[in-house]
Nanobody, 128 residues
Framework: QVQLVESGGGSVQAGGSLKLSCTTS?????????VGWFRQAPGKERGPVGA????????YALDSVKGRLTISRDSAKSTVYLQLSGLKPEDTAMYYC????????????????????WGQGTQITVSS
């Protein structure tokens, strides 16, 4: 079975940094996967933050966070990390990781439709 587990969220002061982890299990080594990060704040729609091609390591980021975002994966290509620096109150949200085999006509790496496996989320709260 495929499972994604997020960790690393918490409450931080504005200007701080957090590094989230998404640990994967059960992904087939025969397929190419994208692993994406999405977030949802209260009263707002879920939106993308960034993504990584799990095998090749290519990364993608939302323009609004590109300068503060680092997405990486471990050498085993089983854990994906999202590091956000210079945290702002508007970064407060539930953060989800998601995985999906690469599909055409799904909107690209930052589109939710690209993903069919989702974690339970981890909360980031940024205080001013």
């Amino acid at each position: 079975q495929v499972q994604l587990v997020e960790s690393g969220g918490g409450s931080v002061q504005a200007g701080g940094s957090l590094k989230l982890s998404c640990t994967t299990s059960g992904l087939s080594n025969r397929d190419d996967y994208l692993v994406g990060w999405f977030r949802q704040a209260p009263g707002k729609e879920r939106g993308p933050v960034g993504a990584i091609h799990l095998d090749a390591g290519w990364t993608y980021a939302l323009d609004s966070v590109k300068g503060r975002l680092t997405i990486s994966r471990d050498s085993a290509k089983s854990t994906v990390y999202l590091q956000l620096s210079g945290l702002k109150p508007e970064d407060t949200a539930m953060y989800y990781c998601a995985a999906g085999t690469i599909m055409p006509y799904r909107g690209g790496p930052l589109a939710a439709a690209q993903y069919h496996i989702w974690g339970q989320g981890t909360q980031i709260t940024v205080s001013s």
